[in-house]
């Protein structure tokens, strides 16, 4: 279905993941321009905070619109991104609590395993799985799947920070294997296209940025559309209400 959403959607979908573009083309160019390892991690680093800004709203543009079109309404390029940027600070704050939190758990290990040596009643999703306190970053990937939905509830319930990441794990209980399967396969096919176009670094640099920043847009709308189905079938699997809160709402 993600397949036919795009398709019949196309225009408008490329059209807002197009605004990653201008600057993955500008990062390839400045780092095929450089002549050292170190000059271009330098370059990645450079880039890596406005990249990650622009595909916060692509992402919370492309969701807008992809709900829009599930709820029947044709999507409109310029109310997809009116609407991410009315969400972008929420966008921002949830997703850096995300990343912090992650983070942070990769070193939690051997403390987790104290905590629940100590405290009997303490667990995890109603669980005391000790691969969490025994296995180098379980808990850390644990997390990330429990949170894979953080921008579909901002952008779709109006949910943000505590609230966003809650809301996320919940759907994902009970259900993270199947969860991460289907985002494999989602991110495979993405892959197909990405991996064609990195080909083209045995071209000049401008081929290989018109090449590779195309690519890019090309696929994200699928993969934002793929995920955001997906979200859609596990909460219709919880039976959780769809309804969406106003974007205005307090």
């Known amino acids: 279905r993600a ?6 959607n196309f225009r408008a979908l490329f059209l807002i993941a197009l605004i990653t573009a201008p600057l993955q083309a500008l990062q390839v160019v400045v780092s095929r321009r450089v002549d050292s ?3 271009e991690v ?3 680093y450079l880039f890596l905070v406005p990249t990650l800004l622009v595909a916060l709203v692509a992402s919370g543009a492309l969701i807008s619109a992809v709900h829009d079109v599930t709820a029947g309404t044709g999507p409109d390029v310029t109310r997809s991104l009116d609407a991410a940027f009315g969400r972008f600070a929420a966008l921002l704050t949830t997703f850096l609590l995300q990343i912090g939190l992650t983070l942070a758990s990769m070193f939690a290990a051997p403390a987790l395993g104290i905590w629940w040596l100590l405290r009997r009643d303490a667990t995890i999703d109603g669980r005391r799985d000790w691969y969490f306190a025994l296995v180098p970053l379980a808990l850390a990937l644990y ?3 429990r949170w894979m939905f953080i921008q579909q509830v901002v952008m779709i319930e109006g949910k943000e920070r505590w609230s966003a990441l809650d809301a996320s794990a919940e759907i994902v209980r009970a259900r993270w294997w199947r969860t991460i399967g289907v985002l494999l396969v989602i991110a495979l096919i993405v892959l197909g296209p990405t991996a064609l176009a990195a080909t083209s670094a045995v071209a000049s640099p401008l081929v290989e940025a018109t090449a590779t920043s195309a690519a ?3 696929v994200l709308p699928f993969f934002i559309a793929a995920q955001t189905l997906l979200y859609y079938d596990l909460k219709a ?4 209400d ?3 809160a106003r974007i205005d709402a307090p």
Not at 237 to 240: C, I
């Open 237 to 240: 699997r919880n039976s959780v």
């Open 37 to 39: 390892d170190s000059a």
């Open 3 to 8: 397949y036919r959403i795009y398709a019949s």
């Open 216 to 218: 890019g847009a090309l």
């Open 143 to 145: 997390l990330a799947g």
């Open 242 to 244: 769809l309804s969406p």
């Open 42 to 44: 330098a370059v990645v």
